[in-house]
């Protein structure tokens, strides 16, 4: 298998990973991929032709040599490294669904128009989700693969001496597995990288999940601020507003002297002038006198 081809397809991941996703990436090409290529298939690549058992009987080895390895440990890995890393082209192939929908955009609207996404691999919107469940979805698949590991060995020993009773051995036989100690290090090892995977993408989740709450708290206390300073400024804009027409009515109406009151003015000097008109005839002979240049005097 060409793994070369499938790191070249996933190494383009990483300007959509975060620091998580890179750190799982150099795990996944340097511990496991590497490791699975260099050493691992060479160490099982004699794995059935190395199986002895202490019979002679036809078809003795082949069964109890499928009794223990229903699945070639190696078979089993590849499985497991191409489906946890199909996920990633999720995110590929949905950053390349934003560039088609942009670039469509562009040639029906021209290059002036307005954009549909700011950054197409920018995690948001659906992309934020299709990132998040490829991670789950990774979760799922390296957890899966450990238990079926564990499942069908009943654990990751690797014994020097195996007995076996199936048909058709005619007793109960001893089997010898080629390189035990180095298979149990290579498995341990390929089970730990596992788990270290399953912990980066967990974190990874968490990480992501605290990100997105943070900035809506973040976005609605900045709304709340905006709005209570906004009905701060139109609290003060609207008393300065009173304030002002206040002032301009108080300048501009002055009250009315009440009828009551000019009406009794109005008789209090017609009085006056109906008891004393020598003060009236003299006042005007004054005013007259005045006028010519004359003094006028008072009794």
Known sequence: MNWAFLQGLLSGVNKYSTAFGRVWLSIVFLFR?????????????????????????????NVCYDHFFPVSHIRLWALQLIFVTCPSFMVVLHVAYRDERERKNRLKYGEGCKRLYDNT???????????VLSLVFKMGVDATFVYLLYH?????????????????????????ISRPTEKRIFTIF????????ILLSLFEILYLVGKRCFECINRVQ????????????????LNAHLESNNKKLASEDQPAPA??????????TSLENTFNPSW???????STSHSLGGECERD
């Open 33 to 61: 991929v590497m490791v699975f290529v260099v050493a691992a298939e060479k160490v099982w690549g004699d794995e059935q032709k190395d199986f002895a058992c202490n019979t002679a009987q036809p078809g003795c080895h």
């Open 121 to 131: 691999g920018k995690k948001r919107g659906g992309l934020w989700w299709t990132y």
């Open 152 to 176: 069908i060995y009943e654990g990751y020993d690797f014994p020097v001496l195996v007995k076996c009773s199936e048909a058709p051995c005619p007793n109960i036989v001893d089997c010898f």
């Open 190 to 197: 390929m089970v730990v990288t596992s788990l270290v995977c």
């Open 222 to 237: 900045s709304s709340r601020h905006v709005n209570r300073e906004r009905s701060m400024a139109n609290m003060t804009n």
């Open 259 to 268: 009828y009551s009151v000019v009406m009794s003015a109005k008789k209090k």
């Open 280 to 286: 009236t005839l003299r006042d005007d002979k004054c």
